[in-house]
């Protein structure tokens, strides 16, 4: 499992970059999980924000689909679970 780790001001590019780096992960075969934090209020109450809804950017042609809501002990089993 590797870990990056997306820094930078609003509106620099993170999401956009995050988004690149999943897809170019998956679509080699790779496994990719997006697991947000249900513990970050202004996170969860947009309507996308859910298993099943997508994750999106400002370049409205990237998106990603999101896996799971949960808090960061069950996002750690989630993680532990995989090979």
Do not use: W
């Amino acid at each position: 499992m590797s870990l990056k780790i997306f820094t930078g001001l609003a509106g620099s590019g993170k999401t956009s970059a995050l988004i690149d780096e999943m897809t170019s992960r998956r679509d080699a075969g790779g496994l990719v999980l997006l697991i947000l934090s249900s513990e970050h209020e202004a996170l969860i109450s947009r309507p996308n924000v859910k298993a099943g809804g997508l994750m999106g950017c400002r370049d409205e042609s990237k998106s990603y689909p999101i896996d799971a809501v949960v808090s960061s002990s069950e996002a750690a089993a989630i993680l532990a679970a995989q090979e």
